[in-house]
């Protein structure tokens, strides 16, 4: 997969991962909103190591900054 995750973005994506688990593991979260939650947070740490989003991708969009030869 084509890399399109910058390391700012990839941080984010780990941060707000760790507050959602986070916030299903304290129980402020629970029911159907925990596992959206684990789901997400999940979906953002596999995104953030692959340094690929397949949204991204979809829409055409990059956080990547462009290398200049």
Avoid: E, H
């Amino acid at each position: 997969m084509k890399q399109n995750v910058s390391i700012f973005d990839r941080w984010v994506r780990w941060i707000l991962a760790v507050v959602l688990i986070i916030l299903a593991a304290t129980g402020t979260l629970s029911g159907t909103g925990m596992w959206i939650a684990l789901v997400v947070a999940l979906i953002f740490i596999v995104t953030g190591f692959m340094q690929s989003c397949p949204i991204y991708m979809m829409l055409g969009l990059s956080t990547l900054k462009k290398k200049l030869n």
